[in-house]
């Protein structure tokens, strides 16, 4: 049972243009949500994050929208650069009482920017 | 700052053989995280250790196997090893405090091929 899914293995977007890559999750305990990004031969470095209690942030031409009643998130990325072509993982953790939950992440968006 | 070293970064084993991994975190974080990535599972969760103790797990089977000496160094060991063990295992690093953030740093990882 995936609890967070990117249901779009790849992306094709024009350089300059408006990327959206799109996460959807079911597990209600889950209140903050992760953006990181990989390259080939490389371990995923975080790109952005979003707490339950926000429905926006954003941080340079990353921005992540939350919307908690479709249990959705989602990363826009404007304008696109080819340096964004990676792997974009989704990921969700639930806070516990004792600290540091394992994340849950999804199977990844590969991002292709099309000059 | 040093980041995450992972070792040995690649190595091949056959079924039925022991594999352990090494991890050194970011000088002054004590949490490590490990992670395994396949094409079809993406990245799974597989336990996290803070000042030497496992505080979370993730569903894998008791072959898959941890530790974490004084220094926040980690260890991970996989035990009679199948074809499907094949994957890049991560690990990451995080100051682990109680306040999740969910931010971690990851490692390269280290690709184990079993044959």
């Known amino acids: 049972d995936q609890q967070v899914k990117q249901n779009s293995p790849s992306l094709s977007v024009q350089e300059g243009r408006i990327s959206i890559l799109n996460c959807d999750y079911t597990n209600s305990m889950f209140d903050y949500f992760l953006w990181y990004k990989k390259y080939p031969a490389e371990g995923p470095t975080f790109l952005i994050s979003?707490?339950?209690?926000?429905d926006k942030n954003e941080d340079g031409r990353f921005t992540v929208f939350l919307n908690k009643s479709a249990k959705h998130l989602s990363l826009h990325i404007v304008p696109s650069q080819p340096g964004d072509s990676a792997v974009y993982f989704c990921?969700?953790?639930?806070?516990?009482?004792?600290?540091?939950?394992?994340?849950?992440f999804g199977k990844g968006t590969h991002l292709i920017i099309q000059p | 700052k040093a980041g995450v070293t992972q070792t040995p970064r690649y190595l091949i084993k056959t079924r039925g053989q022991q594999v352990t991994l090494s991890c050194s975190p970011i000088?002054?974080?004590?949490?490590v995280s490990w992670y395994q990535q396949t094409p079809g599972q993406g990245l799974q969760f597989l336990f996290e250790y803070f000042s030497e103790t496992q505080r979370n797990k993730g569903n894998f089977p008791g072959r898959f196997s941890g530790r974490q000496f004084s220094n926040s160094r980690s260890e991970m060991n996989v035990s009679t090893l199948e074809l499907g063990d094949s994957a890049l295992y991560l690990c990451?690093?995080?100051?682990?405090?109680?306040?999740?953030?969910?931010?971690?740093?990851f490692g390269e990882g280290s690709r184990l091929t079993v044959l």
């Open positions: 990921a969700a953790s639930a806070k516990s009482g004792g600290g540091a939950d394992g994340l849950t």
């Open positions: 000088s002054g974080h004590r949490s």
């Open positions: 979003i707490s339950s209690i926000k």
């Open positions: 990451a690093s995080s100051l682990g405090t109680k306040v999740n953030t969910g931010e971690l740093f």
